[in-house]
């Protein structure tokens, strides 16, 4: 990566595509892979980590009385969810 390229996406704040783009091009070069698939790797990448800050921000700003998960909420509607089953949700 050059440091040009490097200090352009410091600057946008694509820390995501900072931190995956040189393994990101090694298996580019490897699977012979289109310079559309790569880039489209990339911003997915980045996309994806955006959605999850924005979720780690609101479960943050709803000020709950314990760190809850998605995972362990899980099935919350379930009739095995019950108060017996152990489940925190």
Request: proline share 3%; aromatic share 8%.
């Amino acid at each position: 990566m050059t440091e040009e390229l490097e200090q352009l996406l410091k600057n946008l704040k694509l820390r995501r595509i900072l931190e995956i783009y040189e393994e990101q091009l090694r298996a580019a070069d490897k699977d012979d892979i289109s310079y559309s698939d790569f880039v489209t790797r990339l911003v997915r990448a980045q996309w994806q980590a955006k959605q999850e800050g924005a979720l780690e921000w609101r479960i943050r700003r709803a000020n709950l009385p314990e760190r809850w998960s998605l995972e362990a909420c899980r099935g919350l509607s379930s009739p095995w969810n019950t108060p017996d089953s152990g489940h925190r949700c």
